[in-house]
């Protein structure tokens, strides 16, 4: 066996070795993938890595370990302006490309994540904290299928939109938060590149890195100049591009609070606008459900990605007769989950993503003691360095208390119970939210029943936290309008005559 430089951009901790056929033979691990992080990013704008007008970066950390990940720009209002000059200059030449061609790209896009999905996903994790399993297994497959399933879309518009003749809506602010750093940006331009539109992307401050990645993908597949343009920085940076002049479009994912900002800085503008806000969803337990399942679908519901999940299955309602069951059942459970380094493939529970999120979390948990509910945290030890909290639930909560009623984002439970149908729909539909709900039953009747009087914009039926890329998601109510995969993600990038 020899010693060999590495074949990727990655590179193994664990020396690489090529075995006798001639073939690479890595270290199992995934975590033993480091991928090729530069020490200092610059914006993305028309083409090429330039460096922020006003001079200023800031860290990006690593929140398991506090240590940095990386330094990228801070994007100013004329760092924004550039951007958005670049994306309107690409346009033309962009929406007027053959549709089979602009697919293409966007089919290269696809399986160049594919083929980087292990870089990704290590760097996805050490930027967010999110356990390696999730943004091996989840997100970064995702990402990639959403370009794939838009790109199939690119030269069929005219069948998606029959006898409507679509057009592009123009340049496109798009504004992600720090959840699912990669995937929400693939759900962001994947279906407005298809449509031939062209995009500013305004990555969240804490997570900037897997976007910049995405940035060197598309120098190497030769994504023509100014198509997509990446400009990091904070709620300022978000804040210059939905008042930037020449942008048509913005889409943001995020808090409800900065959405209703954006909402009224648009109000009276000729700018097209979709909302994918916050949530606290209802995940509903009938006693006929099998209970076993049920309870996965709760751990999947609620501490998938630590919480962070605007979907979340944050209220959950247990028919009365086996809440005991449940809750004992689910606390168990919870006690096998482990929380630690993300980039151990046998952990569940990650770090959370930033210091101002555990306070924000920790706040809720005080609050919930107080308002007299019962405090239940799994047992164990956290590590020393890093942002952490244990998973945990409130039991007998009423649904007037604040835990009950705010989205928290982290891995924090509220169980509440129901004794009929009718008062588990009235009680999962009392909330200004309208994201996501989760039912388990037996029974296919109490299913379509349940699902049909449920205002939620996605219903999960016996399982939860499942997307895929032909099905839209979006909310009711306080967690936004328009609508992200399928073909009514294509609609919000297209206007229509
Ligand atoms: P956030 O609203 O604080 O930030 C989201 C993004 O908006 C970030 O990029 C941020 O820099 C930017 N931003 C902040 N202030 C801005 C302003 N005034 N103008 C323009 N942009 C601004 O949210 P967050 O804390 O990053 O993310 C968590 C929230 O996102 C949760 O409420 C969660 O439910 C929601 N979310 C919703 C979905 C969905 O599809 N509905 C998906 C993921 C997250």
């Known amino acids: 066996m020899t010693t060999a430089p590495s074949p990727s951009r990655a590179e193994v901790i664990a020396p690489a070795t090529i075995d006798a056929s001639g073939l690479w033979e890595y270290a199992p691990a995934p975590e033993s993938v480091r991928p090729a992080i530069k020490p200092r990013y610059g914006h993305y704008i028309g083409g090429t890595f330039v460096e922020p007008i006003e001079g200023k970066h800031f860290t990006s950390f690593n929140p398991a370990t506090e240590e940095p990940v990386t330094e990228v720009a801070e994007g100013s209002a004329a760092d924004v302006a550039r951007a958005v000059e670049a994306a309107r200059e690409a346009l033309p030449a962009w929406s007027a490309l053959p549709a089979i061609e602009r697919g293409k790209y966007i089919f290269r896009i696809a399986r160049r994540i594919q083929e980087m999905g292990r870089e990704l996903a290590v760097a996805e994790t050490m930027d967010g904290g999110k356990p390696i399993r999730e943004s091996r297994d989840v997100d970064i497959p995702l990402a990639a299928q959403y370009f794939f399933y838009n790109a199939g879309w690119a030269d069929k518009l005219p069948y998606a939109f029959a006898g409507r003749n679509p057009k592009p809506v123009g340049v496109c602010g798009q504004i992600i938060p720090w959840n699912f750093p990669l995937l929400m940006a693939a759900w962001k331009l994947a279906p407005a590149l298809a449509c031939g539109n062209t995009c500013v992307l305004k990555p969240a401050e804490t997570t900037p890195l897997t976007a910049l990645m995405l940035a060197e993908i598309f120098d190497e597949i030769e994504l023509p100049a100014g198509v997509v343009n990446i400009v990091t920085g904070a709620g300022d940076t978000g804040e210059a591009l939905v008042n930037q002049p020449g942008v048509d479009k913005i889409a943001f994912t995020g808090s409800t609070s900065v959405g209703k900002k954006i909402a009224t800085a648009l109000a009276g503008s000729s700018k097209k606008l979709t909302l994918e806000l916050g949530g606290k969803s209802p995940n509903i337990i ?166 049909s009087k449920l205002k939620a914009g996605v219903v999960w039926l016996n399982t939860y936290n499942k997307f895929d890329a032909a099905s839209p998601f979006g909310g009711f109510k306080e967690s936004g309008f328009g609508r992200e995969g399928g073909l009514h993600g294509l609609r919000a990038y297209t206007n229509l005559d």
């Not at 049920?294 to 519901?301: D, K, L, M, N, S």
């Not at 210091?355 to 919930?368: F, V």
């Not at 982290?410 to 009718?422: C, S």
């Open 286 to 451: 009938f006693e006929d459900a099998s209970i076993d399942q049920a309870v996965e679908g709760i751990v999947q519901g609620i501490y998938f990605n630590q919480g962070h999940v605007c979907c979340a299955g944050s209220r959950v309602f247990v028919q009365e007769g086996i809440k005991d069951e449940v809750v004992s059942k689910l606390k168990r459970r919870m006690g096998q989950l482990r929380v630690g380094d993300p980039l151990d493939k046998n952990t569940d529970i990650g770090a959370i993503n930033s210091e101002d999120q555990l306070a924000t979390i920790d706040r809720y948990l005080e609050c919930g003691m107080q308002g007299g509910s019962d405090f239940w945290q799994a047992p164990g030890e956290v590590p020393e360095q890093g942002h952490w909290c244990k998973p945990c639930l409130f039991e007998n909560v009423q649904p007037s208390e604040v835990i009950a009623r705010e989205e928290i984002f982290g891995p924090v439970l509220a169980v509440m119970t129901f004794r009929t149908p009718k008062e588990a729909i009235q009680r999962a539909n009392n909330t200004p939210y309208g994201l996501a709900a989760g039912i388990w039953t037996d029974k296919g009747s109490k299913i379509f029943d349940t699902a």
